[in-house]
């Protein structure tokens, strides 16, 4: 899965931060938190792939446009 940015996201990590995705459509009307997206994800909250890395660029869109 390639980026914005041009970094691309490790095929392992991919299913993880698309549990953390689901987690954001599913519940955005609560309050979400990196703690919380982190470890439904199980990766660390300071977890970063070539400075690139976030859930939301992970799916394709910017927070804008996963707040529909």
């Given at each position: 899965?390639?980026?914005?940015?041009?970094?691309?996201?490790?095929?392992?990590?991919?299913?993880?931060?698309?549990?953390?995705?689901?987690?954001?459509?599913?519940?955005?009307?609560?309050?979400?938190?990196?703690?919380?997206?982190?470890?439904?994800?199980?990766i660390s909250?300071?977890?970063?792939?070539?400075?690139?890395?976030?859930?939301?660029?992970?799916?394709g869109e910017?927070?804008?446009?996963?707040?529909?």
């Amino acid at each position: 899965m390639a980026l914005r940015g041009g970094g691309a996201v490790p095929a392992d990590l991919v299913p993880r931060l698309r549990l953390a995705r689901d987690r954001i459509d599913r519940d955005y009307r609560s309050d979400l938190d990196l703690d919380g997206l982190a470890a439904v994800a199980g990766i660390s909250k300071f977890y970063r792939n070539a400075g690139q890395c976030s859930v939301l660029q992970a799916g394709g869109e910017g927070p804008r446009g996963s707040a529909r």
